[in-house]
């Protein structure tokens, strides 16, 4: 399912897409995006970034391990890849933990708050999904206001073993709330 912003198409990452990507094949997986892909892309620095597990983990189990991931690609003039949301992969516990980048030239300009917004209305909507969680450093201003914007809120704290403390975020499931509209295409 595609989500829709104003401005943003939210394509589902594929494991095709995936693979593209892994294995540096712009050509491929710029045609499996439909649009055309950021300089930067892809790269292993991205990689390591947006997939935390080894492609093998992926290949494994697709359908769990690219759990609402989503591609932000402009809806007008040319289409572009600008970002991405991931969630880590479908919670065995019901809490999503949710990521998001957006390209250097496209910074700025709400697109990180806007897709990000819709995809956490999205997964708390999603059976078995409680909560959505996100983890940022104190200092990283950007991420701290697309967190606030989206409607999370700080309940916690964690050690990283080399960068020392990032806070965490949440926001529960409105399950008693029936006033959500996603504009979806198939």
């Known amino acids: 399912m ?3 912003t104003r401005r943003l198409d939210l394509v589902p990452i594929t494991l095709p897409m995936v693979e593209a990507i892994f294995a540096g094949d712009r050509d491929e997986a710029e045609r499996l995006a439909c649009a055309r892909l950021p300089a930067a892309w892809p790269g292993r620095a991205l ?4 997939f935390t597990a080894d492609l093998s983990a992926i290949r494994g189990d697709p359908q769990r391990r690219l759990w609402g991931d ?3 690609i402009l809806r007008e003039g040319e289409r572009r890849v600008v970002g991405s949301v991931i969630f880590h992969g479908f919670p065995e516990d019901g809490v999503a933990e949710v990521g998001y980048g ?3 030239d496209s910074q700025g300009q709400g697109l990180a708050t806007e897709a990000t917004g819709v995809c956490v209305e999205w997964a708390l909507h999603q059976p078995g999904i409680q909560a959505v969680s996100a983890a940022t450093f104190p200092w990283h201003q950007a991420s701290l206001g697309v967190i606030a914007r989206v409607g999370m809120r700080r309940v916690g704290t964690r050690e990283h073993d080399l960068l020392g403390e990032i806070w965490v975020f949440e926001r529960r499931s409105p399950r008693d709330r029936a006033d959500l509209t996603l504009q979806t295409t198939p």
Do not use: K, P, S, W
């Not at 990689?47 to 947006?50: L, N």
């Open 70 to 72: 989503r591609l932000m």
């Open 2 to 4: 595609v989500l829709t």
């Open 102 to 104: 957006v390209e250097a």
């Open 47 to 50: 990689i390591e970034r947006a």
